[in-house]
C-alpha cells in the first residue's frame, strides 16, 4: 500500500490503469444506460419514470463515494503526510461533486411526476444538498491552498469534519420520516424485480470505473503540472 | 533520542482517530436531537398521541386504507383515510391528485387537522421500495418467476 505512494511508482501503475478504467468505465455505463433506457419493463407504479433509476441511483453512489475517497486521503495526509494522498483528494472533489449535482438533478425530475413536487426539504434530499455545498466549499478551499502555497492540511481537516455528513444521508431515510423511499437494498436483501437490478448494479459498476478512471486522469495532471513548475524553476535558478 | 516516545506518525493517527470518534459522536448527538424535528411528516399514531393546534399547517404521512377513497358530491373533492396500522386518520383534499395516488400506497397530506377531517391542500405521493414490473403484478407467484428467470436469462446474454 505504502509503495504506491511514491509517485513514480504511482504514475507506472496509472499509466496504464488510466485508459482500462476510463474505457471499461464508458463501455459498461453506456450498455447499462442502453438497457435501462429501451429494455426494461415500465414499474407497476411508475411507469416509465423508472427508467432514471439507471442514472440517478449510480450518481448518488459515487456522490457520496467521492467524498469518501476525499476523506480517506485527507486521513491519509494527515497521519503519513503522503503528498500523493493531498492529490488524490484534490482529483476526487470535481467529479464528486458532478456526480452529486447529477444526483440532485435527476432525483428532481423524477420527483414531479412521482411525488408531485420538484423539491421538497425532508432529510435526504436536504442532507444531499448539503453534501454538494460541501464539495463546492471544499474545492474552493483546496485550489486556494494549493494556489497560495498554504498547508494542504486545511482543506484535509475540513474533509474529515464534512465527513460526518455520509452517514447521516445513508441513515436520513431510516431515522426520520421522508418522502425519499427508504432504502430498497440492504445488506443480503433487495426489494427491486431482478429485471431492474441487474442493470442498475452494472451502471454502478460502470459509474465507478469511470469515476477512478477520471480521478486516476486528473491526478497525473496535477502531478505533470507540479513536475513541470519544478522544471521550471530549476531553469531559472540555473540561469540565475 | 528518547526510545519510549511514539512515533510522530503513531501520534497523529491517534490523534485523527481521536479527532474522528468525537466528530462522529457530535453528529450522532446532533442527529438524536433532530430525531423527532427533523421529520418530514407526522404520522396517525403520532397525531393521535400529541394532537396538534387546530389551525396550524402540518405534514400528515401514511397509507391510503384500501377501498377508502371515494368522491364527494362537489365532484372535485375526494375523502380517504390515512393510516400506518395503529391509528387512521380521515382526509378530506379538493383538487387533482398525483398519478402515484393510489389506494393501499404511501400519501403525504399537507393541511390542516379540522374539526371532522384532515384538510389537506396539497398531496405528495409516496413511492415506497419496491420495484416490480407492471406485468409482474397481476401474475401468480409461479408464472413471475418464469418471467423473471427469461428476463434474467435473456439480458444477460
Not at chain 1, 1 to 28: C, E, Y
Request: charged content about 15%; hydrophobic content about 50%; overall charge positive.
Amino acid at each position: 500500500m505504502h509503495g504506491f505512494a511514491n509517485p513514480r511508482r504511482f504514475l507506472a501503475l496509472a499509466r496504464w490503469l488510466t485508459p482500462v478504467m476510463l474505457v471499461s468505465g464508458i463501455v459498461l455505463s453506456c450498455g447499462a444506460t442502453w438497457w435501462g433506457l429501451t429494455q426494461v419493463p415500465p414499474d407497476r407504479l411508475m411507469g416509465e419514470t423508472v427508467r432514471i433509476l439507471f442514472i440517478h441511483v449510480p450518481a448518488a453512489w459515487l456522490g457520496m463515494g467521492g467524498w469518501a475517497v476525499i476523506a480517506g486521503a485527507s486521513a491519509a495526509l494527515l497521519i503519513w503526510r503522503h503528498p500523493l494522498s493531498a492529490i488524490a483528494a484534490r482529483a476526487a472533489a470535481a467529479p464528486g461533486m458532478v456526480f452529486t449535482a447529477i444526483c440532485l438533478a435527476t432525483g428532481s425530475l423524477w420527483g414531479r411526476p412521482t411525488w408531485g413536487a420538484w423539491w421538497v426539504w425532508d432529510g435526504r434530499l436536504t442532507s444531499m444538498l448539503v453534501l454538494l455545498f460541501l464539495y463546492a466549499a471544499y474545492v474552493a478551499l483546496s485550489q486556494a491552498s494549493a494556489r497560495e502555497g498554504v498547508s494542504d492540511r486545511i482543506p484535509a481537516i475540513f474533509a474529515l469534519v464534512g465527513a460526518i455528513n455520509i452517514p447521516i444521508i445513508n441513515r436520513s431515510v431510516v431515522w426520520w420520516n421522508s418522502l425519499h423511499q427508504p432504502p430498497s437494498i440492504t445488506v443480503g436483501k433487495s426489494a427491486i424485480d431482478p429485471a431492474y437490478l441487474w442493470p442498475l448494479l452494472i451502471a454502478v459498476l460502470g459509474y465507478s470505473l469511470l469515476f477512478g478512471g477520471v480521478v486516476l486522469a486528473r491526478m497525473r495532471a496535477l502531478l505533470a503540472d507540479m513536475q513541470a513548475e519544478a522544471r521550471l524553476r530549476r531553469k531559472a535558478m540555473e540561469a540565475a | 533520542m528518547n526510545t519510549l516516545r511514539p512515533k510522530p506518525k503513531h501520534q497523529r493517527l491517534v490523534l485523527v482517530v481521536i479527532a474522528l470518534i468525537v466528530l462522529v459522536g457530535a453528529g450522532f448527538l446532533a442527529a438524536w436531537g433532530l430525531r423527532s424535528e427533523a421529520n418530514y411528516f407526522y404520522t396517525p399514531s403520532q397525531l393521535a398521541a400529541d394532537p396538534p393546534v387546530y389551525s396550524r399547517m402540518i405534514r400528515l404521512g401514511g397509507m391510503v386504507r384500501e377501498g377508502s377513497i371515494q368522491q364527494l358530491d362537489d365532484g372535485v373533492s375526494i375523502r380517504f383515510t390515512v393510516g400506518d396500522g395503529e391509528a387512521e386518520v380521515p382526509v378530506r383534499f379538493t383538487g387533482i391528485v398525483p398519478d402515484l395516488f393510489v389506494e393501499g400506497s404511501g400519501v403525504v397530506a399537507e393541511g390542516r387537522m379540522g374539526p371532522t377531517a384532515f384538510m389537506a391542500d396539497s398531496l405528495l405521493a409516496k413511492h415506497d421500495e419496491n420495484y416490480v414490473p407492471r406485468e409482474l403484478q397481476e401474475m401468480t407467484e409461479y408464472q413471475a418467476r418464469q418471467v423473471v428467470a427469461e428476463t434474467e436469462t435473456g439480458g444477460g446474454r
